[in-house]
Nanobody, 120 residues
């Protein structure tokens, strides 16, 4: 089975930086990951895609974080989100996501979420 473990959330002052990490691990048969990404959900708002990266390194970002956030992978099972110039509007629970092919189907796995709070 597969689980995603996140770290790096916390409280930071506006203009500061945080780096989120997410590592996929599992037991049983080997698995691969096509894409990994980050979503966030602010209190009272819908969950939104923040950034995604493919196994080939292609990336995409929501407009509000372009130029400030960078998604990267150091292997196919670990993803990072470097967040610079943080704003109070970035405050949300951030969730790691992984797309895993298994038995000729694609499955989405989610981390438990990590809180990011940006003070003004």
């Amino acid at each position: 089975q597969v689980q995603l473990v996140e770290s790096g959330g916390g409280l930071v002052q506006a203009g500061g930086s945080l780096r989120l990490s997410c590592a996929a691990s599992g037991t049983g048969r080997p698995f691969s990951i096509n894409r990994m990404g980050w979503y966030r959900q602010a209190l009272g708002k819908q969950r939104e895609l923040v950034a995604v990266i493919s196994s080939g390194g292609s990336t995409n970002y929501v407009d509000s974080v372009k130029g400030r956030f960078t998604i990267s992978r150091d292997n196919v099972r670990t993803v990072y989100l470097q967040m610079n110039s943080l704003k109070p509007e970035d405050t949300a629970v951030y969730y790691c996501n992984a797309e895993i092919p298994r038995d000729l189907r694609l499955y989405a796995y989610w981390g438990q979420g990590t809180q990011v709070t940006v003070s003004s």
